[in-house]
């Protein structure tokens, strides 16, 4: 489980989206990267990152919403 | 994304949009309290913005982004060994695209002419365009909520 207790923030402010902001953190390039379930939007059935990369050559992950 | 997804298909790249938490959540698409709820947004968003790409939704509390970095509107792309050969904290179509060509057309045809090549890390600062109309559109549709929020967090 996440360390961060207010990640579905309920406004846009700094002391909520800041925290969040740790990209300096995240996996390093070259190494194996930790493996998570995932939700398939169209069924809801579950699924793990793995499975995605593990079907390609390369995959291309693009993390996002609404704005 | 959507057109480097689609012109990159058929030399076996794959691509997903993760779907993660609301940034700027207003009161048309407020944060997200339950996973039914989180996949009704990610369903309007692909209606929205069409996403063409399969969209993924990740745990109602952000297991995956934060685990990643949990920007907004990252890229990753992956090996097949699932080791992150980019990763960017901002997406721009044309970085994702040189970065796609540098792997899959340009090394190895370096390969191919006789290089012995070997793997390092490199960081650089590159250049995004921004379109801070359309950045505010999207506030403007999550609701005016967002977009005051937004501006009273940048001093506008």
């Keep these: ?67 | 994304m959507n057109a480097i997804a689609e012109r990159f298909a058929e030399q076996g790249v794959g691509s997903i949009f993760l779907y993660t938490n609301e940034a700027h959540p207003g009161e048309h698409y407020p944060h997200h309290t339950s996973m039914a709820q989180k996949f009704r947004h990610a369903q309007a968003l692909r209606e929205v913005y069409n996403v063409t790409r399969p969209i993924l939704v990740d745990a109602l509390e952000g297991d995956c982004h934060i685990a990643y970095g949990s920007m907004p509107n990252m890229t990753w792309i992956f090996n097949q060994r699932g080791i992150p050969i980019y990763k960017s904290d901002w997406t721009d179509t044309y970085s994702v695209e040189q970065a796609l060509r540098y792997f899959i057309e340009e090394t190895p045809a370096r390969r191919r002419a006789g290089a012995r090549l070997a793997p390092f890390r490199v960081e650089r600062l590159e250049y995004r365009q921004q379109d801070r109309a359309a950045f505010y559109r999207g506030l403007e549709r999550n609701g005016p909520k967002a977009v005051k929020e937004f501006r009273a967090a940048m001093g506008e």
């Design chain 1, 1 to 67: 489980m996440s360390q961060i207790t207010n990640y579905n923030y309920e406004a846009f402010t700094p002391e909520n989206y800041l925290p969040l902001m740790r990209f300096d953190e995240s996996p390093s390039i070259g190494v194996p990267a930790p493996d998570f379930p995932l939700w398939r939007m169209e069924d809801q059935s579950q699924t793990h990152l793995s499975e995605y990369w593990s079907q390609y050559r390369y995959l291309v992950v693009e993390f996002g919403s609404f704005t």
